[in-house]
Every structure is written in C-alpha cells, then in structure tokens.
C-alpha cells in the first residue's frame, strides 16, 4: 500500500506542474490525455487498486477517485485562465514583430548655460585661474560689509537678495567666494568663481531670480588695469572670435576702483550695427575693476603691498549673446524643442 501512496503522491505533484506550465489550450489537451484519458497514467494506478489485499482496495479507489475529481478541477481552471488571457499568450506566436525596425533611445545633451559655463572656465583655466567655489547661503558680512557695501549704503539695494533669517541670506553674486579664499590664501592668486546667485528682481525677458555667475579674481605685486584688460581681451576673442574688439567703459562698484562696464563689438554685424546690439555695434558683457583697498583690508592683505583686479558676468547673458537668444526664461522652462538646438 505504501508505494502505491508514494506512486499517487508523485503523480498528483506532476500533474499540478504540467497544467501550470502549459501555456495553450493544445497543451492542456495533450496533457489531459497522458495523464487522465483511458490510456493515461491514472489507469496504472487503478491497476494497482486491483492489486491490492481486499480490505485495502476500498480506501485505496476512493482516494484516487478524489484526486482524480481535484485534478480535473485545477485542468478546468487552466482552460479559463488561458481563455482569458491575451490573444497573444494563447497562440506560439511571438507578441512583437522582431523584424521592425528598433526605435533609438533619445540622447540628451549638455544644458546651454552649462555648456557655456564650461567654455568660459576653460578660456581662464589657460591662463592660469584655478577654480574656486563657496556656499550658496552665506552671511552679510561676506555678501556685503567685506565687499565694502555698508548695509546702510544706496549700493546695497543693486545687490539686494533673499534672507533665510537675520544672519543667513542667499548669495546675491559669487563675490564671496573671493572674500573666502583671500583669507585663506597669501597672494599671488588667481581664481574664477562660477555658481548660482540669487536676487529678488522681477521677472522679465532679460532679468531672474536666479542666474549663475563667473568671477574673477587676480592679486599680486604690481597688477595693473593693463593686466586686467590683457585677460579679458584674452578671454572676448577666445569666446567670441579672433575679431572681437573691446572697449572699457567708466563705472562704479563699491568694491573695485576704478570700475568699468565692458563691451564687446557685435559679432553678428562685425560693429556695423544690428537688430541684436540695437544699432549700436557694442555689447556689454560684464563689469571690471581693480580691487578697492578696503577690500583688501577686510581679508587682512595690505593695500599698499598688493593690488589686484576683479571681474564678473552673467553666464545667461553670455550664452543670450552668443546664440541670439532674447528671453532669459527659455533657459528654465525645459521647452525640448529649444533645447534640442544646442545639442
């Protein structure tokens, strides 16, 4: 009696298995004729009843009829599942075409302001600048006082910027960055300071809250404005063109003196003058200056040892330049067709 349990127990397993694993209504019916159809191997397992002792025979043929009724249960609920599911399950037939072509994966490419950040790092890395970069939150005393802008001065509005309480506020420019390496540097240095600055302008085709920056920094021993306008006359043909002519225009900063707003000639119509430069054949690019004393004085180097000069731009306003783009929101609004052009 014992082998014919462990007979019936290994084909109930077999069983089970085979109508999981089938996976069309054909397969079901194959299945269903070797193991329960007249020839199957159920009808081997009858024959052992038979054989039994007599007292056995009973127990043995109604067990087997049990699991004959339970078999054909689970092999009715197979036919539904397999009705049930999709066309394509149902037949051997595979679910796609293999012979269409493939669809590419999309590529995506550097962000324009990213790109152009990159090409202006590069530019000053050959002459020399290391790039440093500092804590987007900072406090007044760097965004400001060190810079000399007294917190009661008209100067401070232009660099106005969001505080997170009365001792930490988002930078307003990447001046800091030099402030912060001063004191920890002895000159001669050279820096470029890129990253994001934040102020609370009002949005409009040419002005956000949030934009990046490049500075720059020089200090040594007898750096001069000739030295200022070498680099930067360096750094206009180097982006712009081997053609690009520059001018220095008198301005101020509280932290430089003298200061000067800089320009470029028109790119586009070579100085001529063009919807883009509005007729005037210049474009301004950024604001320079040599480094005022008290700034010096702030990080403890002597004005009358050193001197240095200091720059910066709008990365946005470069690449607006560089590519004719007339809407500083474009940068931001993920528009994939605008884009997709400077991949």
Same mark, same amino acid.
């Given at each position: 009696?014992?082998?014919?349990?462990?007979?019936?127990?290994?084909?109930?397993?077999?069983?089970?298995?085979?109508?999981?694993?089938?996976?069309?209504?054909?397969?079901?019916?194959?299945?269903?004729?070797?193991?329960?159809?007249?020839?199957?191997?159920?009808?081997?397992?009858?024959?052992?009843?038979?054989?039994?002792?007599?007292?056995?025979?009973?127990?043995?043929?109604?067990?087997?009829?049990?699991?004959?009724?339970?078999?054909?249960?689970?092999?009715?609920?197979?036919?539904?599942?397999?009705?049930?599911?999709?066309?394509?399950?149902?037949?051997?037939?595979?679910?796609?075409?293999?012979?269409?072509?493939?669809?590419?994966?999309?590529?995506?490419?550097?962000?324009?302001?990213?790109?152009?950040?990159?090409?202006?790092?590069?530019?000053?890395?050959?002459?020399?600048?290391?790039?440093? #970069?500092?804590?987007?939150?900072?406090?007044?005393?760097?965004?400001?006082?060190?810079?000399?802008?007294?917190?009661?001065?008209?100067?401070?509005?232009?660099?106005?910027?969001?505080?997170?309480?009365?001792?930490?506020?988002?930078?307003?420019?990447?001046?800091?960055?030099?402030?912060?390496?001063?004191?920890?540097?002895?000159?001669?240095?050279?820096?470029?300071?890129?990253? #994001?600055?934040?102020?609370?302008?009002?949005?409009?085709?040419?002005?956000?809250?949030?934009?990046?920056?490049?500075?720059?920094?020089?200090?040594?021993?007898?750096?001069?404005?000739?030295?200022?306008?070498?680099?930067?006359?360096?750094?206009?043909?180097?982006?712009?063109?081997?053609?690009?002519?520059?001018?220095?225009?008198?301005?101020?900063?509280?932290?430089?003196?003298?200061?000067?707003?800089?320009?470029?000639?028109?790119?586009?119509?070579?100085?001529?003058?063009?919807?883009?430069?509005?007729?005037?054949?210049?474009?301004?690019?950024?604001?320079?200056?040599?480094?005022?004393?008290?700034?010096?004085?702030?990080?403890?180097?002597?004005?009358?040892?050193?001197?240095?000069?200091?720059?910066?731009?709008?990365?946005?306003?470069?690449?607006?330049?560089?590519?004719?783009?007339?809407?500083?929101?474009?940068?931001?609004?993920?528009?994939?067709?605008?884009?997709?052009?400077?991949?």
């Amino acid at each position: 009696m014992s082998d014919l349990q462990d007979r019936i127990r290994a084909f109930d397993s077999d069983a089970r298995a085979a109508f999981a694993q089938a996976t069309t209504a054909e397969a079901l019916d194959r299945i269903e004729r070797d193991l329960l159809g007249r020839a199957g191997r159920i009808r081997d397992l009858f024959k052992g009843v038979v054989a039994l002792p007599a007292d056995q025979r009973g127990p043995a043929g109604a067990a087997l009829n049990r699991l004959k009724t339970e078999l054909e249960a689970v092999l009715a609920s197979r036919r539904q599942a397999l009705a049930a599911a999709p066309a394509a399950l149902a037949t051997d037939t595979p679910r796609f075409d293999v012979t269409l072509p493939g669809r590419p994966p999309r590529l995506g490419g550097r962000h324009p302001i990213y790109a152009t950040l990159d090409a202006i790092l590069r530019v000053f890395e050959k002459l020399g600048f290391d790039v440093a #970069r500092g804590p987007e939150i900072e406090t007044e005393w760097f965004n400001f006082e060190a810079l000399n802008i007294p917190l009661e001065h008209p100067a401070h509005d232009q660099w106005d910027t969001y505080y997170l309480d009365t001792q930490r506020l988002l930078r307003s420019h990447t001046s800091p960055v030099q402030i912060r390496t001063m004191q920890r540097l002895k000159p001669p240095l050279r820096i470029v300071a890129p990253g #994001r600055v934040f102020r609370p302008d009002t949005i409009d085709a040419s002005h956000a809250q949030m934009f990046h920056q490049v500075e720059g920094l020089m200090v040594g021993e007898r750096v001069s404005f000739a030295d200022l306008k070498g680099v930067l006359t360096i750094f206009a043909r180097e982006y712009f063109g081997p053609e690009t002519v520059m001018r220095f225009r008198p301005s101020f900063f509280p932290f430089t003196e003298p200061s000067a707003e800089v320009d470029i000639s028109c790119f586009l119509c070579a100085g001529k003058g063009c919807p883009a430069c509005k007729q005037r054949g210049w474009m301004e690019i950024l604001g320079a200056g040599m480094v005022h004393p008290r700034v010096f004085e702030a990080v403890g180097y002597d004005p009358e040892a050193v001197s240095g000069f200091a720059f910066g731009m709008g990365v946005e306003r470069i690449a607006m330049l560089r590519h004719g783009i007339r809407d500083i929101r474009l940068f931001t609004e993920n528009h994939a067709r605008f884009l997709e052009q400077f991949k």
